[in-house]
T-cell receptor
Framework: GNSVTQMQGQVTLSEEEFLFINCTYS??????LFWYVQYPGEGPQLLLK?????NKGSSRGFEATYDKGTTSFHLQKASVQESDSAVYYC????????????FGKGTHLHVLP | GALVYQYPRRTICKSGTSMRMECQAV??????VAWYRQSPQKTFELIAL?????????EQNFTQEKFPISHPNLSFSSMTVLNAYLEDRGLYLC????????????FGEGSRLIVV
């Protein structure tokens, strides 16, 4: 079945450092891929999404490429800010083969001032 | 824009009592609503997927008898946690799918259940 893997449970960076959060997926279909961000005390918010393979999505300085070849959807940001501290979830949308939305386990980003 | 409101934000209930939570989609039509429980470790468990005019699909380990859901129209859904016990604690999230935005889920801020 469909699955999503986020290996990093926690990432700690200083402000202005480069962010890379690893995400790989497994699917037989062509689902939309998402990144959601959850700030403390809030529900998850959509950060970006990519519907078509080999396309890139970007929002607020974050970007991710839907790479069918490596089955990856890594999240990157050139220069993080303290306000980016949150939990980031890589999410596999439903498709014709699977009705469920699959969440990765989440990566807690902690940005030091 | 698309917004989802959840109510109540937080409930403390005695063991064995029940809690009802509501989910309202504003600014879009929610073709389906997914109810999740988020554990303290932050992982998401899908409880059920509710689509208007279709049967509600419950995941393994979750039943209609324990988590009855109502989804009467494209903007509102409610779920009740019946006979809540310690293992039912957590943040319950409603994710509403926007029919005009592919499969994007818009989440409310969650209803936190504390059982004492």
């Amino acid at each position: 079945g469909n699955s999503v893997t986020q290996m990093q449970g926690q990432v700690t960076l200083s402000e202005e450092e480069f962010l890379f959060i690893n995400c790989t997926y497994s699917t037989t279909g062509y689902p939309t891929l998402f990144w959601y961000v959850q700030y403390p005390g809030e529900g998850p918010q959509l950060l970006l999404k990519v519907t078509t393979a080999n396309n890139k999505g970007s929002s607020r300085g974050f970007e991710a490429t839907y790479d069918k070849g490596t089955t990856s959807f890594h999240l990157q940001k050139a220069s993080v800010q303290e306000s980016d501290s949150a939990v980031y979830y890589c999410v596999l949308g439903p498709d014709t083969n699977a009705y469920k939305v699959i969440f990765g386990k989440g990566t807690h980003l902690h940005v030091l001032p | 824009g698309a917004l989802v409101y959840q109510y109540p934000r937080r409930t403390i209930c005695k063991s064995g009592t029940s809690m009802r939570m509501e989910c309202q989609a504003v600014g879009f039509q929610a073709t389906s609503v997914a109810w999740y429980r988020q554990s303290p470790q932050k992982t998401f468990e899908l409880i059920a997927l509710s689509t208007v005019n279709s049967a509600i699909k419950y995941e393994q380990n979750f039943t209609q008898e324990k988590f009855p859901i109502s989804h009467p129209n494209l903007s509102f859904s409610s779920m009740t946690v019946l006979n809540a016990y310690l293992e039912d604690r957590g943040l319950y999230l409603c994710g509403a799918r926007d029919r005009n935005s592919g499969n994007t889920l818009y989440f409310g801020e969650g209803s936190r259940l504390i059982v004492v």
